[in-house]
């Protein structure tokens, strides 16, 4: 019983660990696609005294990927009902040019000023429209559900890796006298502490394919049956194949600063 607790105190703390960075991991991939159909659904109001074409606007502010000019006789049929032919040809004659411009990026409202600011210099563009209240406010919820999460996951990450150095403590005094023996007689710090790398290993493997297998369970039978869409549209995205490598690292990464801060914090092994 104390052999299996010993293992957990090591394996929850560790498994706690690799799970915020699998959720970092699908939290920006999902994020990603999120920030991409926000990016793709937003665009800029311009208005020019000329047409213009894309080339202009882009040599004006790279950020600009696409235009798409609003036809004006839309507008017209619009303000002139109940006038003639001839009257709704100089309200058109007499109307600007309007496009709807989007960006490159999901830009924050500061680059939204600058943008404005650079197309408002040329002397064809009467007027620049971003949108910049309503578009504010969901990029700050945005960026800040972001933070909050960061800011978890390292909180959790810093405690956990507290208990794993514990642990690792608890370890290196059940094992003292073996590595007393093993220094007396001269052997290295590494292979000292080999009895430690093994058993943190060993541990260390164990943590990587629980966490993978909650997250493949998440991802191949909760997923499907959550009814969450953005869940069910993200599916394949909530685990990868390359996230198991990631987290395999991560972890033997973790063993290693463990081993090393509990073998450096007391040179020898005390009696």
Request: hydrophobic share 45%; glycine share 2%; net charge positive.
């Given at each position: 019983m104390k052999f299996i607790k010993n293992?957990?105190?090591?394996i929850l703390p560790l498994?706690?660990?690799?799970?915020?960075?699998?959720?970092?991991?699908?939290?920006?991939r999902t994020t990603g696609t999120y920030e991409q159909g926000l990016k793709e659904d937003y665009s800029m109001l311009v208005v020019t005294q000329k047409p213009v074409k894309l080339e202009t606007l882009k040599a004006l502010n790279s950020?600009?990927?696409?235009?798409?000019?609003?036809?004006?006789?839309?507008?017209?049929?619009?303000?002139?009902?109940?006038?003639?032919?001839k009257g709704s040809k100089e309200i058109l004659k007499s109307l600007p040019y309007f496009y709807d411009v989007g960006l490159d990026a999901y830009l924050d409202t500061k680059a939204l000023g600058e943008i404005k600011k650079d197309l408002e210099k040329d002397k064809r563009v009467?007027?620049?429209?971003t949108f910049r209240s309503s578009y504010g406010?969901?990029?700050?919820?945005?960026?800040?559900?972001?933070?909050?999460?960061?800011?978890?996951?390292v909180f959790m990450g810093v405690v956990s890796l507290f208990l794993i150095i514990k642990q690792m403590e608890i370890w290196?005094?059940?094992?003292?006298?073996?590595?007393q023996v093993m220094e007396i007689f001269g052997a290295p710090l590494m292979l000292r502490s080999g009895v430690l790398f093994k058993i943190a290993i060993v541990d260390a493997i164990f943590a990587t394919l629980m966490t993978a297998g909650l997250f493949f369970y998440a991802k191949l039978i909760w997923a499907p049956q959550s009814g969450i869409n953005i869940i069910v549209a993200n599916q394949e995205k909530l685990f990868r194949m390359t996230d198991m490598g990631i987290l395999l690292v991560a972890a033997l990464l973790i063993v290693i600063i463990a081993v090393y801060s509990v073998v450096f914090s007391a040179r020898g092994v005390e009696e």
């Open positions: 293992h957990l105190m090591f498994m706690a660990i690799l799970l915020g960075i699998e959720f970092y991991l699908v939290f920006e950020h600009i990927s696409t235009i798409r000019p609003i036809k004006r006789e839309q507008i017209v049929s619009k303000v002139t009902k109940g006038l003639d032919k009467k007027k620049v429209e406010s969901s990029y700050r919820l945005f960026r800040f559900v972001k933070l909050i999460l960061n800011i978890f996951i290196k005094y059940e094992h003292r006298q073996r590595m």
